[in-house]
T-cell receptor
Framework: GAVVSQHPSWVICKSGTSVKIECRSL??????MFWYRQFPKQSLMLMAT?????????EQGVEKDKFLINHASLTLSTLTVTSAHPEDSSFYIC????????????FGEGSWLTVV | AQRVTQPEKLLSVFKGAPVELKCNYS??????LFWYVQYSRQRLQLLLR??SRESIKGFTADLNKGETSFHLKKPFAQEEDSAMYYC????????????FGKGTRLSVIA
């Protein structure tokens, strides 16, 4: 199967700072990537759809100025949590759509963010 | 509107007992349905998709369009099946995201 990798796997940052999470499709080109967040014992909630070369589409209630998404290449999308606060602490998961497999979606391993 | 409903948050069964994880969906077109599994501290993994009609790790799921259901079944549960199971829906219009249900935690008791 295809591989999607996230980095870092976990990060701790101070309140008020920004942190960047990378999502890479290692063996295929992904024109579309998706960012989810998952709070403990809850389901995945879609945050935004990231399209290569264009602006991301954010879900209702997700602050685009706080969660900056950049999809500058076909294998890399980044999520930057700006001015992080403790309530932003969560598990962030990216997924990528593989075009030549009927748009099968593959998931990264997720990134734990803890804001202290 | 797209919606996936998993009515059970937690399902506990004894080893060797049959398992059925319920999933109902709401979608105006013809969606693609999936089951994903998330073992403790691991990434989400695709378990099966309705179009492939295959059995993975003994699990099967049949899409019932009349009842808009896609229940996951296994005749004999194993301890290693204990995990979170998510039913997901994928619309049929281009690069659309998966819509997830809230998940059901399966606990198989020895």
């Amino acid at each position: 199967g295809a591989v999607v990798s996230q980095h870092p796997s976990w990060v701790i940052c101070k309140s008020g700072t920004s942190v960047k999470i990378e999502c890479r499709s290692l063996d295929f080109q992904a024109t579309t990537m998706f960012w989810y967040r998952q709070f403990p014992k809850q389901s995945l909630m879609l945050m935004a759809t990231s399209n290569e070369g264009s602006k991301a589409t954010y879900e209702q209630g997700v602050e685009k100025d706080k969660f900056l998404i950049n999809h500058a290449s076909l294998t890399l999308s980044t999520l930057t949590v700006t001015s992080a606060h403790p309530e932003d602490s969560s598990f962030y998961i990216c997924s990528a759509s593989k075009p030549d497999s009927g748009n099968t979606i593959y998931f990264g391993e997720g990134s734990w963010l803890t804001v202290v | 509107a797209q919606r996936v409903t998993q009515p059970e948050k937690l399902l506990s069964v004894f080893k060797g007992a049959p398992v059925e994880l319920k999933c109902n969906y709401s979608y105006s077109g013809s969606p693609e349905l999936f089951w994903y599994v998330q073992y403790s501290r691991q990434r989400l993994q695709l378990l099966l998709r309705h179009i492939s009609r295959e059995s993975i790790k003994g699990f099967t799921a049949d899409l019932n369009k009349g009842e808009t259901s896609f229940h996951l079944k296994k005749p004999f549960a194993q301890e290693e099946d204990s995990a979170m199971y998510y039913c997901a829906l994928h619309g049929n219009s281009g690069n659309t995201p998966l819509v997830f249900g809230k998940g059901t935690r399966l606990s198989v008791i020895a």
